[in-house]
């Protein structure tokens, strides 16, 4: 199949886009920071309380996503997003409700375990059965949804809650997962059919060519990228959910935080676009080594930003790094080891993202708590960040990229 003209696969491709951009991937961790300080001054908690809700979330998403990824390879991607997105709608709807800090945990529980179902597991399984030749770029559009969600989720949330408050704020949020996200994927989302069968069928449960998740694991290739982007979603999930306090902190208006947390969606949808065309010409590890070093320059100026200028730099910086993770991870692990546990093997890759998310927006709440500042937190995980793009930069080149048979990988040690 390739990225053009057919009816089919172009309605697939938009209905993943507007699903992503709604999903937990975009909604949730893009707008988190613009709750976290009315929903901390309204109940009297602490950053690293209010934050908690984040990391728990994230840890349930690092817990579920290898059973979700099982489940998925299994029945089919529209058998297990339709529920998820269902479950997250009414999770998200009912914060709108919350009066105690346990119902705030508890939701945010909720969201995690469903969180994966209605992002980055299933789309990608679903655009990667239909696009081959052209999969990165296929996989840059439909992650461009999530890219666009960080651009308008953080002014969005802001003047939903200006105008009518943060309770108010999360049932329109709720009320949009169900227009963009349910519906269309209701309608048009569905895995290819495979080769010998008709384009007019789409069983829900295909076989795609590829190595099992045990096979996976026993590669090297499986354990850099586990390592890689652990570090990077520690450092990037730990800015991206402090960025609009750690700014408003040092003075900059909080109108003017919100426009740097849409510049970061800005050239995160940027560098994505750009990633998704160069994956399909350039190697892909090199590639994503470059993107994150520059990411992490950015955080890096973000972590003593005092003015609009510097703020606009490090988050225009930060952007356009961070737009490369969501495109090479899954093409990576389609390429290196096929579909035929694509989802799987995505879901243990994203435990260890999850895992290193959940640490990150922690570990900046207590840096603040303690130090009463974002300054050493946010350059500690800089480091981290380009040390990770550093192990990144060690994975095998010989990556088919015509074809959806997998990469024959040394093992792991």
Known sequence: MTFGAPARPALVLGASVLGIFVGFGSLVIFSFGVFLKPVSAEFGWTRTQASLGFTLAALTVAASSPFLGRITDRIGPRRVL????????????????????????????????????????????????????????????????????????????????????????????????????????????HDA???????????????????????????????????????????????????????????????????????????TLAGRLLTGALL???????????????????VAILSSAHT???????????????????????YLISRYFGLRSFTEIYGYAFTSYAIAGALGPLLMGWGFDEWHSYLIPTRILAAAMLAGAMILALLPRNIPTNSTEPATLPLAA
């Open 308 to 330: 609009r200028d510097t703020a606009f730099l490090g988050a225009s910086l930060t952007g356009l790094g961070m737009g490369a993770e969501a495109d090479v991870l899954p």
């Open 280 to 298: 399909d010409r350039l190697p892909a590890p090199p590639l994503t080594t470059g993107f994150f070093t520059i990411a992490a320059i950015g």
């Open 82 to 189: 339709l529920p998820c997105v269902s479950v997250y709608a009414a999770a998200l709807a009912a914060l709108a409700f919350v009066h105690s800090l346990a119902a705030y945990y508890a939701l945010y529980i909720a969201l995690g375990l469903v969180g994966n179902g209605t992002a980055h597991l299933c789309y990608a399984r679903i655009v990667s059965s239909w696009f081959d030749r052209r999969r990165g770029a296929a996989l840059a559009t439909v992650m461009a949804g999530a890219a666009a969600g960080a651009i308008l989720m953080p002014p969005l949330a802001t003047a939903l809650i200006a105008h009518f408050g943060w309770r108010s704020a999360y049932l329109l949020l709720a009320a949009s997962v169900v227009t963009l996200g349910l519906l269309p994927a209701a309608l048009f989302v």
């Open 193 to 267: 059919p495979t080769r010998g069968q008709g384009s007019g069928t789409s069983p829900s449960h295909p076989r795609h060519p590829g190595v099992t998740g045990l096979s996976a694991a026993r590669s090297s290739a499986f354990w850099l990228l586990l390592a890689g982007f652990f570090l990077f979603s520690a450092s990037v999930n730990g800015c991206v959910a402090h960025l609009i306090p750690l700014l408003t902190d040092r003075s900059i208006t909080a109108e003017t935080a919100a426009l740097a947390a849409s510049l970061l969606g800005i050239f």
